[in-house]
């Protein structure tokens, strides 16, 4: 039927173009619920030098996606939309909500030049039992192209997907070929897919000359995406913000080098962009470009910002003629040795700067994860694995690391000397396994292979098993098991009592904790300097902690600098205490991995998985805070707000909060929901259209804890609200590039001392437990000596070799009789001195 410029096929009707069609300007297509148009090999265009309005295809929101239910579209044998608004647009003309839930099945086909080619509106395809599906819409072998024929000065993006889950593309193409771009270029190209909240699949399609390949956000956790076996010929890749489980896997990016354009106005470019998401894939990828090193404006590789606690992995890419090749910004860590973001197996080719870790976020702790690699490793495929691209025609530096401290461990460097950068900053401590040798796959082989759910469950239970069996273990032995009463007895210790204290901490040692060492750190009473040396000299820890760090620093007595020196030596070793906590944190990255490649193959819906639980049934059964809050974030967005609350209340009964960062972003949680609870979707689908207050209120999440501030950033952008330029950040010319390991401090002595005074002291005199020996001697040379002790006979009692030019040690006199006695110290040729001091038992 015809009527007022547009056409409308009616319910149980069928239309079939297999011609050509031009249709005028503000004419439409509309296909009502029922109805199915089919175009074969037939091409649908304008009938003017200005745009037709396009197809509208009405559904039925409330009833399961079937062709009897809903308007439907096929395309096929090369059929062909154009010169439109939109091209095929799923839901009826205006702002109809109800309308959602038309259907396209596009196969061999072509959509050219119009303003939007295919908009998907919120609509959740539903099973008989209720149980949301995935829609019935896919595109095959397909190609959205914009040329210089286009009607249209501006374009949105090819295709846009709103809160619809299951989209497929299978072989297609999203082409800009406009060569008549001016400076705006990067500003003027369309993307390839826009979604928010919406869930889809992108296999062996090809992106060119567009600004976004894919651009990707949600506020829903169980809404993803993947890419598989696809390239990239863009400005920028492929970007999410807020998505858990994405699938980045096999793909080929060739990007744009950044330029400035207007003066001053940057363009850069880049590969991917993971903003605020979590528990992604991101493996097998080839990244390159064809930067000059370009430091102000140039192109990345891969950007992670605000990846948080979760255990994420970018594995085994490579990248190439890149400003940088890995960029990661603000929160990718968590205050565990084993949470947060492993930069592992890459391989790095002639960039300025390989790895670039860099601050960003009010959110603590900043960095990438701790611990990069395995100490103690079991086998070659456990250690870090990068390889740098230490022979850059362009290299500034390998390594930039400008947030804590990361450990990093790799293989044999005799084997291959790329496992450890040439040019790195501070704050990177390398250790090498000289018994593993690099082999690209046995040390770092493939890990996208198909498991399934029984073998990932297996994989699962047995990391737990054995993370639970040292944690055991090591909770029995650090501070005999009994942290709160041995940081007590440190506090009150006193000059009376600190050596049975100081002998109580050695025998317990290196297993004490961060608190007791800390306690120890800020005691000016009691313990002389060289008993808080020697108790944290064995515990190596001590130098990694920043608490216990921030402690030392904050004496009043200060420690002498190779005091600290010595103390802080145990950055490049570690103790058994350490040990152990490395083997757990090996065990709960086997356990998390696990346990996320489980929820993707649920999510992804993957053969191997039928008989896997719902994972809000597996997510309940995880004694973990951040799957907890998971858990929380699905009930919250099914509207269940009663269900949400009640779970954000029991981690506030069940976990630790108490730190001012964890309180706070559980306040972030709470608020934030509490804050949605008052747009019902009744009022605001999907939460769109919200108030400008509403709108203003959103916007004070963006510093929230990144969960959070990825879900406001979602609802910003679905209402247009905001205009987000995802940062992009450089080293500083000043960063200070390191290639030797830190040199111990020289000399020890004040300015002006000259080497011939040799400084020399004993306490306590009277001595009944202990003395402590004291000495420096200012001098660039090795030295070596001994002290000697001798009775008021004149005997020989004990002989103390010394190995350093300024040290202090304490001497237990257990054994030793009442009496005077001497000691004389010798160093080198020529300096010597005696103390005379008394044993009173």
């Not at 005028?24 to 265009?45: F, Q, R, S």
């Not at 949105?156 to 001016?182: A, H, K, S």
């Not at 009150?492 to 204290?501: E, F, K, Q, R, V």
């Amino acid at each position: 039927m015809e009527k007022n410029n547009q056409i409308i096929i009616e319910p149980g009707g069928e239309a079939l173009v297999s011609g050509q069609m031009k249709i005028g300007v503000n004419g439409k297509i509309i296909v009502e619920p029922g109805a199915l148009l089919v175009i074969d090999g037939g091409i649908i265009t304008s009938a003017h030098d200005s745009p037709w309005r396009g197809i509208y295809v009405v559904g039925d929101r409330t009833k399961p996606q079937t062709f009897e239910n809903q308007g439907a579209v096929i395309m096929e044998n090369g059929a062909v939309i154009e010169n439109s608004e939109y091209g095929v647009r799923l839901r009826g003309f205006g702002e109809a909500w109800h309308t959602n839930g038309g259907i396209i099945q596009a196969t061999n086909s072509t959509f050219r030049n119009n303003w939007r080619n295919v908009e998907f509106m919120n609509y959740k395809n539903t099973n008989d039992q209720g149980q949301e599906i995935p829609t019935i819409s896919y595109f095959t072998n397909c190609n959205f192209i914009t040329d210089e024929q286009t009607l249209h000065n501006v374009h949105w993006g090819n295709v846009t997907i709103w809160d619809v889950n299951g989209v497929n593309f299978t072989g297609c193409n999203f082409v800009d070929e406009r060569q008549n771009l001016d400076f705006q270029a990067y500003r003027q190209a369309r993307d390839g897919i826009y979604s928010i909240s919406a869930g889809f699949s992108v296999k062996n399609c090809n992106f060119d000359g567009l600004k976004y390949g894919i651009h990707s956000s949600t506020e829903v956790p169980n809404r993803t995406f993947s890419v598989n076996n696809s390239s990239f010929s863009t400005y920028r890749g492929i970007f999410f913000n807020a998505i858990d489980n994405a699938f980045i896997v096999g793909n080929t990016f060739n990007i744009a080098p950044g330029y400035t354009y207007a003066g001053q106005r940057c363009a850069d470019t880049y590969g991917i962009y993971i903003d605020n998401s979590s528990m992604f894939t991101v493996e097998n990828n080839v990244l390159s470009s064809s930067s000059t090193g370009n430091t102000t404006c140039g192109s990345l590789g891969l950007i992670a910002r605000n990846t948080g606690i979760f255990q994420n992995e970018i594995y085994r890419n490579t990248f190439s003629n890149f400003t940088i090749g890995i960029e990661a910004i603000g929160k990718n860590r968590g205050e565990n040795l084993g949470s947060g973001l492993q930069i592992k197996c890459n391989i790095f080719y002639d960039n300025a700067y390989d790895i670039f870790v860099v601050p960003g976020t009010q959110s603590k702790p900043e960095g990438i994860r701790q611990l990069q690699g395995y100490a103690g490793s079991p086998s070659t495929s456990t250690l870090a694995g990068n390889l740098f691209g230490n022979n850059s025609p362009i290299l500034i530096s390998n390594f930039v690391n400008q947030c804590a401290n990361i450990s990093y461990f790799h293989h044999n460097v005799q084997s291959e000397p790329r496992v450890k950068p040439a040019i790195y900053s501070s704050k990177i401590f390398f250790y090498e396994s000289p018994d593993l040798f690099y082999n690209y796959e046995a040390s770092c082989p493939a890990k996208t292979r198909s498991e399934s759910y029984p073998e990932l469950l297996a994989e699962k239970q047995n990391a737990h098993s054995l993370f639970e069996t040292t944690s055991q273990q090591l909770q029995d032995m650090v501070d005999q098991g009994n942290t709160e009463m041995t940081t007590q007895q440190v506090e009150m210790a006193n000059t009376g009592d600190a050596w049975y204290t100081y002998q109580s901490l050695m025998q317990t040692s290196p297993y004490l904790s961060d608190q007791v060492l800390t306690a120890l750190g800020a005691k000016e009473e009691g313990f002389n300097k060289a008993m808080i040396r020697d108790v944290m000299l064995i515990n190596p820890q001590t130098a990694k902690s920043e608490a216990v760090q921030e402690a030392l620093d904050a004496r009043a007595d200060q420690l002498p600098a190779y005091m600290r020196w010595q103390i802080d030596n145990g950055l490049f070793h570690f103790g058994q205490k350490e040990i152990a906590e490395q083997f757990m944190a090996y065990q709960k990255t086997r356990h998390d991995q696990a346990l996320n490649q489980i929820i993707q193959g649920i999510v992804h819906e993957r053969a191997g998985f039928g008989n896997a639980p719902a994972v809000e049934a597996l997510l309940a059964q995880t004694n973990d805070i951040r799957y907890q809050y998971l858990l929380a974030e699905l009930q919250f967005s099914k509207s269940d707000f009663t269900t949400g609350n009640q779970l954000l209340s029991q981690i506030e009964q069940s976990f630790d909060i108490t730190h001012e960062e964890a309180w706070q972003a559980h306040q972030d949680y709470l608020d934030f929901y509490a804050l949605l609870a008052q747009w019902p979707h009744a009022d605001y689908p999907g939460y769109s259209g919200l108030p400008e207050e509403a709108l203003q209120q959103l916007e004070g999440y963006l510093e929230a804890t990144p969960r959070v501030a990825g879900k406001a950033l979602s609802l910003l952008m679905l209402n247009h609200a905001i205009e987000y330029e995802e940062p992009i950040l450089y080293p500083s010319e000043e960063v200070e590039a390191m290639s030797a390991p830190i040199l111990p401090p020289a000399p020890f002595l004040a300015p002006g001392e000259s080497e011939s005074e040799l400084k020399f002291a004993l306490f306590p005199s009277p001595a009944r437990e202990y003395i402590t020996l004291s000495w420096c001697l200012e001098t660039d040379r090795e030295i070596k000596g001994n002290i000697e002790f001798r009775d008021a006979r004149g005997l020989l009692v004990f002989t103390m070799p010394v190995h350093q030019a300024c040290d202090q040690q304490i001497l237990p006199l257990s054994g030793w009789k009442s009496g005077a006695y001497t000691a004389t110290i010798s160093l080198g040729a020529g300096f010597r001195k005696s103390i005379s001091f008394v044993v009173s038992r």
